[in-house]
């Protein structure tokens, strides 16, 4: 069976304008069907639980709702709009959406990934989303251009 590599930047929104919400449907999509490559959690503790818990979300009810109707993205974003009462909190999603862009790695993840991805450490690249993004075409290249 095909192991996919998600490759929806974390600093990527949908309509309703919440970061990282198309990477975690993504990511959650392909697990619930058991198609999501191995070295990646359908949902783990990090952006995912940023998410999650900045939209008020309970992870079990989430994760059942996908792996149960195997929603598109629309109609996630429908799904997440029924829970909040028919709107987001647009101060909110805001302050999520910094969060998301502000993260650091530690410098070992840091180095850890730029070392793999075979650019130096020259101190350009720091935030999380774009480490993240290294990661995932680094992972893509080897478990399927390599």
């Known amino acids: 069976m095909s192991q996919i590599v998600p490759l929806i930047s974390s600093g990527v929104a ?7 919400l198309p990477r975690l449907w993504q990511k959650a999509s392909l697990e619930a069907v058991g198609k999501l490559h191995s070295d990646y959690p359908g ?5 995912d639980q940023m ?5 008020g979300l309970d ?3 989430f994760l059942d709702y996908i792996k149960a109707s195997k929603p598109t993205y629309v109609q996630l974003e429908g799904w997440v ?3 909040k009462g028919g709107s987001l ?3 909110a999603v805001k302050q999520l959406n910094d ?6 790695h530690d410098d070992g993840t840091r180095a ?3 070392a793999a991805a075979g650019r130096p450490d020259d101190g350009s690249v720091k935030d999380a989303v774009n480490l993240n993004n290294l990661d995932d075409w680094q992972t893509f290249y080897t478990a399927e251009l390599a």
């Open 43 to 47: 949902a783990g503790q990090g952006y």
């Open 14 to 20: 949908g309509p309703l304008g919440v970061q990282h």
């Open 51 to 55: 998410v999650l818990d900045g939209l």
């Open 81 to 83: 709009l029924e829970k």
């Open 59 to 61: 992870r079990t009810e």
């Open 89 to 91: 909190d647009q101060a």
């Open 99 to 104: 969060a998301i862009n502000g993260y650091i």
């Open 112 to 114: 850890s990934i730029l």
